[in-house]
């Protein structure tokens, strides 16, 4: 279309005609013009309002997580771009399309620190791939053109764009961009060749798959590849959706609290092929399973983006390919796997041992996070989306929860709290029909917890489960390994969960006892509408394996125990 529009309205028509069905928003003033396009488009665009900037940048992050499209969210300048940081910093370190819209002061007061002006160049251009300020309304079509092309081009990521409140009140009569193809970096035939014959002479071959995007088929083509080449696959940090976990394949996750033996096979591995991840800090346990620059391993790393190839670890076979690509070309190739068979079944009975069952519980008060996670992995239906942000409590969920399909894990490999709700938002926007369930420590609700509002004002049925143990759990393990018995900062006085949420509005109680929790969530899903759960669980119980006294002393608790 080409007709003189206002900026806003012109920025709102090319937001819909990119293919975005669904924005977060805050409002400010900055960008009345912009809000007032929308409202031409809220039949095609559900435009969802959060009670935080925090909120709504992780809701849009959620939504590019899911539909590997840039998630959409808008801002107003100073305070509200200052609270959406911590979205971009998480679609940067997940490597999430984002585009991040700011109300800016007009362009003549600019540079004057006018009213809650922020230099969005200066702020987020650590963390975005890109920051742009809208000059001209003439060329709001282009520029919004190339953000969602930029955030979803190589590794996916952030995109910043900055509008002058006078350039969304401009008239132009700019012509609309056609609609945005995300271009797909293909595997080559020659490469794949040469991961056949690196297979062909491999004895110990590992796959550790992650990045993405992801889609159903591409994880249903890895899932033939693995299966029949009988590999092992891994999961990366938070991305353990990938592949079907109760598959012989699966051998568990690479994250925080790693099954050692799994940690093990890693580093004793000869191919190690990372199909989509990035070599992270936490992927790599410290920069220790694989050596820098150089790994012991024949290393094969499978990217879109030519840029994170080499950047830790030199890989014997750089693959630029989306994990699409890659998964389609793997699917066809045939390698025996004789050799490795009882490699593989040895890693897939290591993570059975590891997240068969949850421990025995050693805890005397309260309900043992192992029961809750028991109970949703025997009675939630498999496309269930579980949603979390950070804290131990994310320990017995990632150990011994079985993901079943691509899409039902949402969770922050940036590790910022207050991540899960907002991100319950946007699975539950995107799938009506799916049962959402959102866990939060008590610390980590607390940092998104007003969201309940939105929840209850979108009619969105998720169940809340609050992990509540009085403290931030995390901090306190590493105070008491680091400084024994020196306690500060770490302990929570907090509210009646169960009496807040009732008070938004939603189906609202307490689990105080073992045994408990399974009808509570019988119950919860069953309330019709936003439900939460407080489960009272005992602090001595800081993970599945680790206990608080056995943190402070660790000599002292071995000696009680024998
Ligand atoms: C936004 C943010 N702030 C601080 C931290 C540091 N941090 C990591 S875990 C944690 C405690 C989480 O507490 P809670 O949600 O109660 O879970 P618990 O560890 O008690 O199970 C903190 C403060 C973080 N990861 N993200
Ligand atoms: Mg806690």
């Excluded at 206002?6 to 009345?32: N, W």
């Excluded at 945005?180 to 002479?201: C, K, N, S, V, Y």
């Excluded at 680790?546 to 071995?558: C, D, H, K, T, V």
Aim: glycine share 10%; net charge negative.
């Amino acid at each position: 279309m080409s007709a003189v529009r206002t900026g806003g309205r012109l920025l709102a028509d090319q937001i819909a005609l990119h293919g975005c069905k669904l924005a977060f928003c805050v409002p400010g003033e900055s960008y009345l013009a912009l809000l007032d396009g929308m409202l031409d488009h809220r039949d095609e665009v559900r435009l969802v309002t959060c009670r935080h900037e925090a909120a709504a940048a992780n809701a849009a992050e959620a939504t590019g997580k899911l539909t590997g499209r840039p998630g959409v969210c808008m801002v107003t300048r100073g305070p509200g771009a200052a609270h959406a940081a911590v979205g971009v910093h998480t679609a940067r370190q997940d490597s999430t399309p984002l585009l991040l819209f700011v109300g800016q002061v007009a362009r003549r007061h600019r540079g004057r620190e006018a009213f809650q002006e922020i230099d969005c160049e200066q702020v987020f251009g650590s963390i975005a791939k890109s920051v742009f300020e809208i000059d001209e309304a003439d060329r709001i079509p282009e520029i919004v053109a190339s953000a969602f092309a930029l955030a979803t081009g190589g590794r996916q990521g952030p995109v910043v764009v900055s509008l002058p409140e006078d350039v969304l009140f401009e008239h132009s009569d700019a012509t609309d961009a056609e609609p945005f193809t995300p271009h797909e970096p293909i595997a080559g035939r020659r490469e794949i060749e040469e991961l056949r014959l690196m297979l062909d002479a491999a004895e110990r071959p590992f796959v550790l798959a992650g990045g993405g995007p992801w889609d159903a088929e591409a994880c249903a083509q890895l899932t033939s590849w693995a299966r029949a080449c009988q590999l092992p696959v891994g999961a990366s940090f938070r991305r353990q959706d990938v592949v079907d976990n109760t598959l012989d394949c699966y051998a568990g996750d690479v994250g925080l609290g790693v099954n050692p033996r799994l940690a093990e096979r890693i580093r004793t591995a000869d191919l190690l092929i990372a199909v989509g991840p990035r070599l992270t800090e936490i992927e790599t346990q410290g920069y220790t399973l694989l050596r820098a620059p150089a790994p012991e391993q024949a290393l094969v790393h499978v990217h879109p983006d030519p840029r994170e190839l080499g950047r830790v670890y030199q890989p014997r076979l750089g693959i630029v390919s989306s994990v699409s690509s890659f998964a389609a070309s793997a699917a066809d190739m045939s390698v025996t796997g004789d050799r490795w068979s009882g490699w593989t079944r040895e890693a897939r009975a290591d993570y059975e041992a590891w997240s068969g069952h949850p421990p025995e519980s050693a805890t005397v008060f309260g309900v043992d996070l192992g029961e809750v996670v028991a109970a949703l992995r025997a009675e939630l239906p498999d496309d269930a989306i579980l949603c979390n942000g950070a804290g131990n409590y994310t320990v017995w969920l990632h150990r011994f929860f079985r993901y079943r399909r691509w899409g039902t894990q949402l969770a922050p490999q940036s590790g910022a709290m207050g991540y899960g709700i907002p991100a319950s938002l946007a699975a539950q926007l995107l799938n009506p029909g799916r049962t959402v369930v959102a866990l939060a420590g008590d610390g980590c609700f607390q940092m998104s917890g007003q969201e309940l509002a939105t929840m209850v004002q979108e009619r969105l049925p998720i169940i809340v489960i609050v992990a509540n143990n009085r403290m931030l759990a995390t901090i306190r393990m590493h105070q008491e390994r680091r400084f024994p018995g020196r306690v500060i900062g770490t302990d929570l006085v907090n509210p009646d969960f169960a009496a807040l949420a009732r008070a938004h509005g939603l189906h609202g109680e307490r689990v105080e006892q073992a045994g408990e929790f399974s009808p509570a969530l019988a119950r919860a899903r069953a309330a019709g509408g936003p439900a939460l759960i407080e489960v009272l669980s005992d602090p001595e119980a800081l993970t599945p394996a680790a206990s608080l006294s056995e943190a402070r002393a660790p000599g002292e608790a071995a000696m009680a125990r024998r």
